[in-house]
């Protein structure tokens, strides 16, 4: 299981705004940049706590730039601002099965994470609750670890109106911020010290690019 931590403050920004950001930054930063990133969540939590909370789900899985094999499974948590996640890549017959309402295998995983999932699922009837959709770039090298990432596409579908095509590219969404903005994220990492790292059995991953992307 790897992790990551951060505090991060966003702000909606023009698209004229964002492409002079985006093309300064190209100049300094040059292969610190990972371009065009797409990240499609599955999310899984309560409706009433996402209702009450307008927060991200507790758990999702994670597919990114429509690869198969790229397919974490994550768990995000907030604390006095600071936003935590853990991952774990998965198999697409894992993501399968999660999707597909199939628990019992995770009973008895060696992971962590999976069985932590299990519990939740198990003791708080997490369900399901939406399918959203990131397409960003991500700069992953400014000022040792800070990173930046433009949001230049959200989308989101309705529950009511998926049918389980969630690797599907052309799966109908809705776009929830206009084609002329784009949401600018500056995103201050947190060092994890590695006596902590062995404590809680996780591998810090504050500058890894997948740690970045999620």
Not at 58 to 79: A, G, P, S, W
């Amino acid at each position: 299981m790897k992790c990551t931590a951060y505090f991060e403050e966003n702000e909606l920004i023009t698209y004229d705004k964002y492409e002079n950001a985006i093309n300064k930054l190209s100049v300094v930063e040059g292969e610190g940049i990972r371009r065009n990133v797409t990240i499609r969540k599955a999310n899984f939590g309560t409706f009433k706590e996402c209702a009450e909370n307008g927060e991200n789900a507790l758990f999702c899985i994670v597919m990114k730039n429509f690869q198969n094999n790229e397919l974490y499974l994550e768990k995000r948590t907030i604390d006095n601002g600071m936003i935590f996640k853990s991952f774990i890549k998965i198999s697409k017959k894992e993501a399968d099965k999660i999707l597909n309402g199939q628990m019992q295998w995770m009973k008895h995983s060696k992971s962590v994470l999976i069985h932590d999932f299990y519990l939740e699922s198990m003791i708080n009837k997490l369900e399901l609750v939406s399918i959203s959709e990131t397409s960003k770039d991500v700069c992953t090298q400014i000022r040792g670890f800070d990173g930046i990432v433009f949001k230049h596409s959200i989308r989101n579908t309705r529950i009511d109106e998926y049918d389980g095509q969630f690797f599907d590219a052309n799966l109908p969404m809705i776009d929830m911020i206009n084609c002329d903005s784009v949401l600018y994220s500056y995103r201050r990492y947190i060092h994890i010290p590695q006596a902590v790292s062995n404590i809680v059995h996780i591998q810090s991953s504050p500058v890894s690019e997948v740690a970045y992307s999620l």
